[in-house]
């Protein structure tokens, strides 16, 4: 019965601890683009800019970009078929988790003149947690028409992390899971 109750703790925390790592995707299209036309990028520079990240963030997010594409057979190009550009969001989540039990001691006579001297106590609670949540927007922008033809997000928790190589990992994870999604299965499947 213990290895049992073992099992479900462990599983529980790695669900909690993956669910927390990972990256939610949506994305949308024009269904009128022809996306196999689409074989070269270039980067929006005026989009990109608008961008409220840092600097450094940014070009992190572009050699993602980069990197995901050039993967891909899509060639960067002075005269491109599309146009990337990103854009960002981010906000404080407050979880609050109810019903905590919590036990502990401490010094009375302050708040209640009627007990002095040390003692201890039990009790419901309340734990309450802040993280970022931040979202990566991806553009796809036709070249000739400079219509939007193509949008991913990505929405996860930040990792504030001092550690550099985290932090870029943990934008390829971001660049690499929207990427997914491009360019779209537009192929209907016939009966």
């Known amino acids: ?3 049992v109750r073992l099992f479900s703790l462990t599983a529980l ?11 939610r995707v949506i994305s949308d299209y024009d269904q009128q683009a022809d996306f196999n036309a689409y074989k070269s990028y270039a980067f929006y520079k005026t989009g990109i800019d608008k ?11 572009l050699r993602a970009i980069d990197s995901e594409l050039n993967n891909r057979g899509f060639v960067k190009s002075e005269q491109p078929d599309v146009l990337i550009s990103i854009f960002t969001k981010e906000r404080e989540r407050v979880d609050v988790y109810n019903n905590n039990f919590g036990w502990g001691w401490g010094w009375g006579g302050f708040y209640n003149p009627w007990v002095w001297g ?9 734990n309450v947690s802040t993280r970022t949540e ?4 991806i553009d796809v922008i036709d070249a000739n028409t400079k219509e939007l ?9 930040l990792n504030n992390t ?4 985290r932090k870029k990992e ?4 971001f660049v690499s899971q929207i990427l997914k999604e491009y360019p779209p299965n537009t192929t209907i499947a016939l009966n």
Do not use: H
């Open 162 to 165: 001092r550690n550099i190589e």
């Open 1 to 3: 019965m213990k290895n």
């Open 118 to 126: 040390p003692g201890w106590g039990w009790g419901w609670g309340n």
């Open 134 to 137: 931040g979202s990566l927007y």
């Open 170 to 173: 943990r934008i390829r994870e």
């Open 149 to 157: 033809v193509w949008q991913g997000r990505g929405v996860g928790t």
């Open 13 to 23: 925390a790695i669900a909690f601890l993956t669910s927390c790592a990972s990256v």
């Open 51 to 61: 961008a409220q990240i840092s600097d450094l963030d940014k070009k992190r997010i």
